[in-house]
C-alpha cells in the first residue's frame, strides 16, 4: 500500500510540475474537495480541475518553477475502499526551500482500480496567499 | 480532555433533541461527506438541514437506544484544522447493537468554535448496515 500511496504522489507532484493536466485529473475524484485553513473548496467536474491547475501552475512558475518534495509519514486505512495519508509536502526551487514543509492529509478513494485523491487538508493556503501577495501574483 | 469532544457531544444532543440550529453551531457548508462510492456535498442549508433530519429522525425511531460518541485521537493540521478520530457506540440495554465504528472528522477553527467541515465515513459502516437490515428509514452516514 506504500508504494501504490507513493505512486499517486509521485504523478499527482510531477505532473503538477510539469503542466501534464491530464496526469493530474487522472489521479483526483471528482468532486474533489480542499478543506483549506481559510475556506473549504469543491472542485466539482474536470474544468473546475482544470482551472485550479492551471491557477496552480501560475503560482508555481511565479514560485520559480517550484518543485515538490513530499514525504509519507503515516497511512490509515478506512475500510478497504479509502486510505487517509499524512505526508508532509515542501516547495524547492533553484535548490533552496522555499515553501516550508508543511503536513497534509489527503483522502484516497479506490476507483477503477487505483488510488485517486478524493479530498486534501491543507493549512498552508493563507502562508501561499501571504507569499504570493509578496511576490505581486496574488 | 480532547479540543473537539464538546463539538461532538453538541452534535448528538443536537441530533437526539432534533435541534437543527444546536447542530448548525458545530457544521460549515459545503459539508462534504467522503464515502467509499463517492463524495457527497451538502453546499446548501437546504442540503444539510435534510441530512440532518434523516439523521435525527433514524434516532428517534429508536429513542431506547443510546448513542455514544467519543473522540478517540486528535491530530492538528497546523493551527486551524484538526482531523478527529471519532468512535461511535450504539447501545441498548447495555447491549451494543452494532461493533464500535470509526469516523474521521475534519474541523476548522471559525472564530473561536470548532466546526466539522468533513466526514470520511464508508458506506459499510456498521450502523449503516443495521439500518437497512432493519428496514429503518434514512442513511447513517456520518
Not at chain 1, 62 to 81: K, N, S, V
Not at chain 1, 128 to 138: D, P, T
Not at chain 2, 83 to 106: C, R, W, Y
Request: glycine share 4%.
Amino acid at each position: 500500500m506504500v508504494d501504490q500511496v507513493h505512486t499517486v504522489l509521485e504523478h499527482f507532484c510531477r505532473a503538477s510540475e510539469s503542466g501534464d493536466f491530464e496526469g493530474f485529473a487522472r489521479r483526483c475524484c471528482t468532486p474533489y474537495a480542499s478543506v483549506r485553513d481559510t475556506e473549504t473548496v469543491i472542485f466539482k467536474n474536470h474544468a473546475a480541475l482544470q482551472t485550479l491547475f492551471e491557477k496552480n501552475r501560475a503560482a508555481i512558475r511565479a514560485m520559480r518553477d517550484m518543485r515538490f518534495g513530499y514525504e509519507i509519514l503515516a497511512i490509515t486505512p478506512h475500510g478497504g475502499r479509502l486510505l487517509s495519508t499524512t505526508a508532509i509536502l515542501s516547495g524547492y526551487a533553484a535548490g533552496r526551500l522555499i515553501v516550508d514543509p508543511v503536513t497534509l492529509v489527503m483522502i484516497l478513494r479506490m476507483e477503477e482500480d487505483e488510488w485517486r485523491l478524493a479530498a486534501v487538508i491543507n493549512p498552508l493556503m493563507a502562508r501561499v496567499n501571504q507569499y504570493l501577495q509578496e511576490q505581486g501574483a496574488g | 480532555m480532547w479540543r473537539v469532544q464538546h463539538v461532538v457531544d453538541r452534535a448528538v444532543k443536537a441530533l437526539v433533541e432534533s435541534d437543527f440550529a444546536l447542530y448548525r453551531q458545530g457544521k460549515d457548508t459545503p459539508y462534504v461527506l467522503i464515502h467509499d462510492t463517492h463524495t457527497e456535498v451538502l453546499d446548501t442549508e437546504t442540503k444539510l438541514r435534510s441530512y440532518f433530519d434523516k439523521k435525527s429522525k433514524l434516532l428517534a425511531q429508536n429513542r431506547d437506544q443510546k448513542l455514544q460518541r467519543i473522540v478517540q485521537q486528535e491530530q492538528a493540521i497546523g493551527a486551524s484544522l484538526i482531523q478527529a478520530t471519532v468512535l461511535t457506540h450504539v447501545e441498548q440495554n447495555g447491549v451494543l447493537v452494532v461493533d464500535p465504528f470509526k469516523s474521521m472528522i475534519t474541523y476548522r477553527l471559525v472564530g473561536d468554535n470548532w466546526r466539522a467541515m468533513m466526514v470520511v465515513s464508508p458506506v459499510s459502516s456498521r450502523w449503516s448496515a443495521y439500518a437497512e437490515a432493519h428496514s429503518l428509514e434514512g442513511e447513517m452516514q456520518w
